[in-house]
T-cell receptor, first 114, second 115 residues
Framework: AQSVSQHNHHVILSEAASLELGCNYS??????LFWYVQYPGQHLQLLLK????DPLVKGIKGFEAEFIKSKFSFNLRKPSVQWSDTAEYFC????????????WGLGTSLAVNP | GAVVSQHPSRVICKSGTSVKIECRSL??????MFWYRQFPKQSLMLMAT?????????EQGVEKDKFLINHASLTLSTLTVTSAHPEDSSFYIC???????????FGDGTRLSIL
């Protein structure tokens, strides 16, 4: 069965620290990969996505993610976090060419201390 | 960018009440919308896929008669939780889009609390 695993459930960092959130998926076919962010009191927003091409994807607000096919991973990174990055981060996977049915990870709660 | 509006944002009501939640795509047409449920500390669970002009497709384990979905136009889908009980209390989120290379866009969610 398809599944998405996010390794870190809660992460606490100080400002300027580097961030890496792990995401691994289980799926036999070609996938599209997403990271969504949910800031407190707001709706889910797309941070970045990978469909094909360069496996290093750059998103909004300085985030990037790298798709490593051999490891079935799509880890999210940011070299220097800010207090405003405090949010819930979700990794999601879908069949390539059909983003309709998303399989979601449990999410990672990130708290950045000023 | 694309915007999905969800209303109401919060509902508190008595057990046995039916509650309707609206999901609108504001600047694009959505032949398909999705309804999710999110429990505390858990991932989003897809409940059903709402198809404009036809019946919704429900995920396994989701009661069709309990969660009525109507997608009467290309910009509006509604989810009605019928005869709601405390165990239906949850965070419900809708989304639209997801065709071709386009990602889904999400509403703000509705916090449903049944007393």
């Amino acid at each position: 069965a398809q599944s998405v695993s996010q390794h870190n459930h809660h992460v606490i960092l100080s400002e300027a620290a580097s961030l890496e959130l792990g995401c691994n998926y289980s799926y036999g076919g070609t996938v599209n990969l997403f990271w969504y962010v949910q800031y407190p009191g707001q709706h889910l927003q797309l941070l970045l996505k990978y469909f094909s091409g360069d496996p290093l994807v750059k998103g909004i607000k300085g985030f990037e993610a790298e798709f490593i096919k051999s490891k079935f991973s799509f880890n999210l990174r940011k070299p220097s976090v800010q207090w405003s990055d405090t949010a819930e981060y979700f990794c999601a996977v879908s069949n390539a060419g059909n983003n309709r049915k998303l399989i979601w990870g449990l999410g990672t709660s990130l708290a950045v201390n000023p | 960018g694309a915007v999905v509006s969800q209303h109401p944002s919060r509902v508190i009501c008595k057990s046995g009440t039916s509650v309707k939640i609206e999901c609108r795509s504001l600047d694009f047409q959505a032949t398909t919308m999705f309804w999710y449920r999110q429990f505390p500390k858990q991932s989003l669970m897809l409940m059903a896929t709402s198809n404009e002009g036809s019946k919704a497709t429900y995920e396994q384990g989701v009661e069709k008669d309990k969660f009525l979905i109507n997608h009467a136009s290309l910009t509006l889908s509604t989810l009605t939780v019928t005869s709601a009980h405390p165990e239906d209390s949850s965070f419900y989120i809708c989304s639209a889009g997801g065709t071709g290379d386009q990602p889904q866009h999400f509403g703000d969610g509705t916090r449903l609390s049944i007393l």
